[in-house]
């Protein structure tokens, strides 16, 4: 199965016609080949048939490690660091090695409770040799790219791109909770909401439409720049799947050293070298159409949140060397050229 096979049915409706983004893709693909498509089908087709009550897991990524006995080992020797008694270190292994036995059609609701004692533990453990201290999916380029390049070359797209980076900023939102809260969506959580991504995106997306309905054009640009930032913040697989990991870190951690950080710091150094992520943004010309900001932003979090196991577990499992896996650079580059193509039909949403 490929991801244009698990996009949602609004992709149905955007331009197939190959662009200098489109080109990339299928760069990326050959350097991968014949086995490394066939690692990323299988991965898919398995992301596909997991039950709900996986989806939900939290950690879900430490569960997934089931499937790699080289993570396993990895995993149980971040346990044997742990600075607790050795009865506790034998309670982890065992609870562990009893969740990848039965992953993944016997997992149960029973299990999160350990598992959301245990993932913290072992990010921390991972990471203490490799802090992190940025969070730049959204500052310098990301989000202002984003942005920029939805415009399709309107003369007020920077209003759009100097603002799009402004709801990370200490005081846009109302309070601590709400720059976490607002900045998600917990995909596979449905019944459970969440996230406040979607309400965000809807709220700025009517403001532009007003702005502009009333010749306000550059306000309208503006708004758009802030509606924008919440539909791409759901590109990020940490941002949707993960979104309930964030929590517990967010809680326990105050996200500092954890594999989002380190995730985040990935893209946006190879933003414009290496995978030059930004070129999956300035050369897509295609758009998926958007008849309702905050599902767009669900549907885009949908997309992003079946990467998110492989790319935690390999961050996890390498923090140092993660960055060499060609896979976590192939998905990412669907992540961000999906998330373009949806700001591109936000833009025409809205304008």
């Given at each position: 199965?490929?991801?244009?096979?698990?996009?949602?049915?609004?992709?149905?409706?955007?331009?197939?016609?190959?662009?200098?983004?489109?080109?990339?893709?299928?760069?990326?693909?050959?350097?991968?080949?014949?086995?490394?498509?066939?690692?990323?089908?299988?991965?898919?087709?398995?992301?596909?048939?997991?039950?709900?009550?996986?989806?939900?897991?939290?950690?879900?990524?430490?569960?997934?490690?089931?499937?790699?006995?080289?993570?396993?080992?990895?995993?149980?020797?971040?346990?044997?660091?742990?600075?607790?008694?050795?009865?506790?270190?034998?309670?982890?292994?065992?609870?562990?090695?009893?969740?990848?036995?039965?992953?993944?059609?016997?997992?149960?609701?029973?299990?999160?409770?350990?598992?959301?004692?245990?993932?913290?533990?072992?990010?921390?453990?991972?990471?203490?040799?490799?802090?992190?201290?940025?969070?730049?999916?959204?500052?310098?380029?990301?989000?202002?790219?984003?942005?920029?390049?939805?415009?399709?070359?309107?003369?007020?797209?920077n209003y759009a791109s100097n603002v799009a980076g402004d709801p990370d900023d200490d005081g846009?939102?109302?309070?601590?909770?709400?720059?976490?809260?607002?900045?998600?969506?917990?995909?596979?959580?449905?019944?459970?909401?969440?996230?406040?991504?979607?309400?965000?995106?809807?709220?700025?997306?009517?403001?532009?439409?007003?702005?502009?309905?009333?010749?306000?054009?550059?306000?309208?640009?503006?708004?758009?720049?802030?509606?924008?930032?919440?539909?791409?913040?759901?590109?990020?697989?940490?941002?949707?799947?993960?979104?309930?990991?964030?929590?517990?870190?967010?809680?326990?951690?105050?996200?500092?050293?954890?594999?989002?950080?380190?995730?985040?710091?990935?893209?946006?150094?190879?933003?414009?070298?290496?995978?030059?992520?930004?070129?999956?943004?300035?050369?897509?010309?295609?758009?998926?159409?958007?008849?309702?900001?905050?599902?767009?932003?669900?549907?885009?979090?949908?997309?992003?949140?079946?990467?998110?196991?492989?790319?935690?577990?390999?961050?996890?499992?390498?923090?140092?060397?993660?960055?060499?896996?060609?896979?976590?650079?192939?998905?990412?580059?669907?992540?961000?050229?999906?998330?373009?193509?949806?700001?591109?039909?936000?833009?025409?949403?809205?304008?």
């Amino acid at each position: 199965m490929t991801p244009s096979a698990m996009a949602s049915t609004e992709e149905q409706q955007t331009n197939l016609t190959k662009d200098a983004a489109q080109l990339k893709i299928e760069a990326l693909e050959a350097e991968l080949g014949e086995e490394g498509m066939k690692k990323v089908a299988d991965y898919l087709e398995l992301q596909a048939s997991l039950p709900d009550v996986v989806k939900c897991m939290p950690f879900r990524g430490l569960a997934f490690a089931a499937t790699d006995p080289e993570s396993q080992a990895i995993k149980m020797g971040y346990i044997d660091n742990f600075d607790v008694s050795e009865k506790e270190k034998e309670r982890y292994k065992a609870g562990l090695q009893d969740i990848w036995d039965r992953y993944p059609d016997k997992i149960t609701k029973d299990d999160y409770a350990f598992m959301s004692e245990l993932g913290p533990m072992i990010e921390e453990e991972a990471l203490k040799e490799h802090p992190v201290i940025r969070i730049m999916w959204s500052s310098g380029k990301c989000h202002p790219d984003f942005a920029y390049y939805a415009c399709d070359g309107s003369a007020y797209r920077n209003y759009a791109s100097n603002v799009a980076g402004d709801p990370d900023d200490d005081g846009f939102e109302s309070s601590t909770f709400n720059r976490y809260y607002n900045h998600y969506w917990d995909a596979p959580n449905k019944n459970r909401y969440i996230g406040g991504a979607p309400s965000r995106c809807y709220e700025f997306a009517n403001s532009a439409i007003s702005a502009k309905n009333n010749g306000y054009q550059a306000t309208a640009h503006q708004n758009f720049g802030y509606s924008s930032h919440y539909l791409s913040d759901t590109g990020n697989p940490f941002h949707s799947a993960g979104a309930l990991d964030q929590f517990y870190n967010f809680v326990i951690n105050k996200f500092n050293g954890v594999n989002h950080d380190l995730y985040e710091t990935y893209i946006y150094d190879r933003w414009n070298t290496g995978y030059n992520f930004g070129g999956y943004v300035s050369g897509n010309t295609q758009s998926i159409t958007v008849t309702e900001p905050g599902q767009a932003v669900k549907n885009n979090a949908d997309y992003s949140a079946q990467f998110y196991d492989y790319i935690w577990d390999q961050i996890n499992n390498d923090p140092q060397g993660f960055a060499s896996d060609a896979s976590v650079g192939y998905y990412t580059a669907q992540c961000v050229r999906q998330t373009a193509k949806y700001n591109h039909g936000l833009y025409d949403y809205i304008m």
